[in-house]
């Protein structure tokens, strides 16, 4: 079964840029989609096909996918920033989450 | 505006069975596909169940295959996850979520607030 690699967790300094990345064989031929999930709330979608922002997401969210790394990028992070976040795909008739990355803002 | 709420969640022994719900308003519910995604204590997103729009294609997580069944009511906009035979590592956050699409791409936007599952004697 397919495979989704995150680091489990990553640290930012406010107002600088964090790079959340997420490795799959071959991830850069898939479409990937990214959740945030805040302490204790559902999770909320913050890129989807690869580098899509949805309505009301911050234009500080980015993302990019080549090769076998997706990444998730979190400029001029906040303080609000600090959360878990998810890449995902669809492989086989079956989503896959990866594991997570807890993002924390110093 | 979209919301899912989700309900039916609670307490069951192991061996038990539990059927959960999600409440759908604010879009055309019979137009999108729908998706059961949960989440154990501490843990991360594992996808459980997705259904089409017409309710005609199913999925399922290896996990559950045989002992979970999706299903929906597309007259009263309302998804449904039937649970049986309960095991102690289903017990999780159970989030429902509608499938948005560009084309045949797909994606999650948005979840409901869940609804906790916990399996134990």
């Known amino acids: 079964s397919y495979e989704l690699t995150q680091p489990l967790s990553m640290s930012v300094a406010l107002g600088q840029t964090a790079r959340i990345t997420c490795g799959g064989n071959n991830i850069g031929s898939k479409s990937v989609h990214w959740y945030q999930q805040r302490p204790g709330q559902a999770p909320v979608l913050v890129i989807y096909r690869d580098s899509n922002r949805p309505s009301g997401i911050p234009e500080r969210f980015s993302g990019s996918n080549s090769g076998n790394t997706a990444t998730l990028t979190v400029s001029r992070a906040q303080a609000g920033d600090e959360a878990d976040y998810y890449c995902?795909?669809?492989?086989?008739?079956?989503?896959?989450f990866g594991g997570g990355t807890k993002l924390t803002v110093l | 505006e979209v919301q899912l709420l989700e309900s039916g969640g609670g307490l069951v022994q192991p061996g038990g069975s539990l059927r959960l719900s999600c409440a759908a308003s604010?879009?055309?519910?019979?137009?999108?596909?729908m998706t059961w995604v949960r989440q154990a204590p501490g843990k991360g997103l594992e996808w459980v169940s997705d259904i089409t729009s017409s309710g005609g294609r199913t999925y399922y997580a290896d996990a559950v295959k045989g002992r979970f069944t999706i299903s929906r009511d597309n007259s009263k906009s309302t998804l449904f996850l039937q649970m049986n035979s309960l095991r102690d590592e289903d017990t999780a956050v159970y989030y429902c979520?509608?499938?948005?699409?560009?084309?045949?791409?797909?994606?999650?936007?948005?979840w409901g607030q869940g609804t906790l599952v916990t399996v134990s004697s």
């Open positions: 979520a509608k499938e948005d699409n560009s084309g045949n791409i797909k994606w999650f936007d948005p």
């Open positions: 995902q795909v669809w492989d086989s008739n079956s989503w896959v």
């Open positions: 604010g879009f055309t519910f019979s137009s999108y596909a």
